[in-house]
């Protein structure tokens, strides 16, 4: 329904405006003197009034209750009617029968020119109620699409931020457990001792004559003397030191072997040192000084 300009307004309108301003005057004093309470019956006849004009403004805008377009007309009626009762025992009460009955006269007439205005009002070419209730369901079907399809990317976008989240912190992860194998690895480095070769004195302790003169018969082995192949013995001496470690007899059995050997405690140190370079020495040595006397002097 379009809002009618000055031009547009038809005639009736006036009339109807006119009798809406003497009907609220004539049922505000009639209810407020009815009443008789001042302030009170006043408020009373002030509601009927905006009552009566809010259901005008609603039957005009075709506002509608439960998707009934008759709501607002019956609500009308029904506000007119109750006016209406009340100027009739106000017209009774003051003026008897004649009153009673001109009492309601002007909220009546006035409530079916206000009908007729309204009609008069309203546009032809306006969607009837049926039409506008299926364009709203239509927008609200729309408006629900709508919110749907933003739910479900906020729904997605949620999904890949949060995976977004979970691989950072595998990456993080992986880098931490990386960087503390790198750290490891050189700290073994530094600890891992370098081994050197065994020296003279590391002989069996009991040799035949044949293994004697096989010995004897062989060249001494010799250091070499390239500082390449010195690197390349250090490094192979280096990377098999973890498994030799593990082979290697103790210490107390090396200094029981070397005493048998050697004449002397200092000498049998040496040489146990010599196999077990990562021996603490005064340990050696306070090993081979028991064990020398274990065996009793040397023959």
């Known amino acids: 329904m379009k809002n009618p300009t000055a031009e547009d307004r038809p005639p009736i309108i006036y009339g109807a405006v006119a009798l809406a301003v003497l009907s609220l005057a004539?049922?505000?004093?009639?209810?407020?003197?009815?009443?008789?309470?001042?302030?009170?019956?006043?408020?009373?006849?002030?509601?009927?009034?905006?009552?009566?004009?809010?259901v005008l403004w609603a039957e005009y805008k075709g506002v509608t209750l439960g998707g009934r377009a008759w709501s607002a007309v019956i609500a009308g009626w029904a506000i007119a009617l109750g006016v209406a009762a009340l100027l009739v025992i106000h017209g009774n009460e003051a003026g008897g029968r004649p009153q009673a009955?001109?009492?309601?006269?002007?909220?009546?007439?006035?409530?079916?020119?206000?009908?007729?205005?309204?009609?008069?009002?309203?546009?032809?070419?306006?969607?009837?109620?049926?039409?506008?209730?299926?364009?709203?369901?239509?927008?609200?079907?729309?408006t629900h699409v709508a919110g749907m399809l933003h739910a479900h990317a906020d729904g997605e976008i949620a999904g890949i931020q949060a995976e977004a989240r979970t691989t950072l912190a595998r990456d993080e992860a992986d880098f931490q457990v990386h960087l503390e194998r790198?750290?490891?690895?050189?700290?073994?480095?530094?600890?891992?001792?370098?081994?050197?070769?065994?020296?003279?004195?590391?002989?069996?302790?009991?040799?035949?004559?044949?293994?004697?003169?096989?010995?004897?018969?062989?060249?001494?082995?010799?250091?070499?003397?390239?500082?390449?192949?010195?690197?390349?013995?250090?490094?192979?001496?280096?990377a098999t030191s973890a498994n030799s470690d593990r082979e290697q007899p103790s210490i107390a059995d090396l200094a029981r072997e070397q005493i048998a050997n050697t004449p002397s405690n200092t000498a049998a140190t040496d040489a146990v040192m010599a196999l077990r370079p990562d021996a603490n020495r005064e340990s050696v040595a306070a090993a081979v000084r028991r064990e020398r006397r274990k065996s009793g002097p040397y023959l």
Request: net charge negative; charged share 20%.
């Open 26 to 54: 004539w049922s505000g004093y009639a209810i407020a003197d009815l009443m008789n309470s001042g302030k009170f019956g006043l408020s009373v006849a002030v509601a009927g009034d905006i009552g009566w004009i809010t």
């Open 101 to 142: 009955i001109a009492g309601p006269f002007v909220v009546l007439v006035g409530k079916i020119v206000w009908a007729f205005a309204l009609e008069a009002m309203k546009d032809p070419t306006a969607p009837t109620p049926e039409q506008r209730a299926e364009l709203h369901a239509v927008m609200r079907d729309a």
């Open 182 to 238: 790198v750290r490891k690895r050189a700290e073994i480095d530094r600890r891992t001792p370098l081994a050197l070769p065994p020296g003279p004195s590391a002989a069996p302790l009991y040799r035949t004559g044949e293994q004697i003169g096989e010995q004897d018969e062989q060249p001494p082995s010799t250091f070499a003397s390239s500082p390449s192949a010195v690197a390349e013995q250090i490094a192979n001496n280096a």
